[in-house]
């Protein structure tokens, strides 16, 4: 495999193709979001960590309203980050059919690619579904566990009333649940690179999605090398681009320890710095990806 040109076509195809940089936005929002969040309320964060006993937990304890507030609010999480899914599914497939079409030699636009990516939606869902299903498990286990502990947590606070004592023990649990956190980035990292290349296998021959994930799998067994590098090089670029992003924050984080109240708004204010580059980032990356599935499968793609 010729890692160069790849990178190289990977980047001039997604420069002269500005009209994908809005699906790329959609793929970079949780990362924009994080920074935002991270650099908002990282302080209060490391406050908690660096002491605990300082948050008035007590308070919550027998609190009906907080309870229903907490239900509430998981509840619309989970719909807000459902609906947004189907959005970065269908930006994905968006990118993805646009490659194929150009790599085809038929000219591409926006309202093709999405027309592209909806119609992928449906089996890109059915692809998450049976993909995900292994770290599905295993993080269900550790939800459980971790439901256990907060019981827990809770029974020691109105059993004994300390906070100290209470933090003991969901500290000690928290370390019996280690070794099975650790099976999360081995897995995790595993599905990732199964389901975006899975992706490109669907989408370059419409078939049962089983058939997708076996072909995809016997690429994978048979290319590994060369899926390693490139998921090292694309990680190594990844790592540069956020250390850039850190750096031109830092003056910003100067200025809200000496003004805190700032902190909120230039929070905001790092968000929307990082989404430019961020967004052009995740579209060269689903660019590159489908490049690279393509020069590994070897097959023709038929729309």
Same mark, same amino acid.
């Given at each position: 495999?010729?890692?160069?040109?790849?990178? =190289?076509?990977?980047?001039?195809?997604?420069?002269?193709?500005?009209?994908?940089?809005?699906?790329?936005?959609?793929?970079?929002?949780?990362?924009?979001?994080?920074? =935002?969040f991270r650099f908002t309320y990282l302080p209060q964060f490391m406050q908690f960590v660096g002491d605990p006993t300082g948050i008035a937990l007590d308070a919550f304890v027998g609190n009906n309203q907080y309870w229903t507030w907490l239900?509430?609010?998981?509840?619309?999480?989970?719909?807000?980050s459902l609906a947004?899914?189907?959005?970065?599914?269908?930006?994905?497939?968006? %990118?993805?059919?646009? =490659?194929?079409?150009?790599? *085809?030699?038929?000219s591409v636009f926006w309202r093709q690619a999405v027309g592209g990516g909806m119609a992928?939606?449906?089996?890109? %869902?059915? %692809?998450?579904?049976?993909?995900?299903?292994?770290?599905?498990?295993?993080?269900?286990?550790?939800?459980?566990?971790?439901?256990?502990?907060?019981?827990?947590?809770?029974?020691?606070?109105?059993r004994i009333g300390s906070t100290e004592t209470a933090v003991t023990w969901i500290v000690a649990g928290l370390a019996c649940l280690l070794p099975l956190t650790c099976l999360l980035l081995p897995l995790g990292m595993l599905t990732s690179v199964l389901r975006t290349l899975a992706f490109r296998e669907t989408a370059i021959q419409p078939q049962k999605v089983r058939a997708s994930i076996r072909q995809t799998w016997?690429?994978?067994?048979?290319?590994?090398?060369? %899926?390693?590098?490139?998921w090292a090089l694309v990680w190594g670029m990844q790592t540069i681009l956020n250390v850039g992003i850190s750096g031109l924050a830092l003056p910003l984080g100067g200025v809200t320890a000496v003004a805190p109240a700032l902190g909120r708004w230039l929070g905001w204010?790092?968000?929307?710095?990082? *989404?430019?580059?961020?967004?052009?980032?995740?579209?060269?990356?689903? =660019?590159?990806?489908?490049?690279v599935y393509r020069d590994l499968a070897e097959r023709p793609y038929t729309s």
């Open positions: 495999m010729d890692y160069g040109r790849l990178l =190289v076509s990977s980047w001039q195809f997604t420069w002269r193709h500005k009209f994908l940089w809005p699906f790329g936005l959609i793929l970079a929002l949780g990362s924009v979001v994080t920074a =935002v239900l509430g609010g998981t509840a619309v999480l989970f719909i807000l947004f899914w189907l959005v970065w599914a269908t930006a994905q497939g968006a %990118i993805i059919t646009a =490659v194929n079409e150009a790599e *085809a030699g038929r992928l939606l449906g089996r890109f %869902i059915a %692809i998450d579904a049976i993909v995900f299903f292994p770290l599905f498990l295993l993080l269900l286990l550790l939800m459980l566990l971790a439901t256990g502990l907060m019981l827990a947590f809770t029974w020691q606070m109105m016997q690429v994978m067994k048979r290319q590994w090398g060369a %899926i390693l590098v490139v204010l790092v968000g929307v710095g990082t *989404a430019v580059p961020l967004m052009i980032w995740h579209t060269y990356t689903a =660019v590159l990806w489908t490049m």
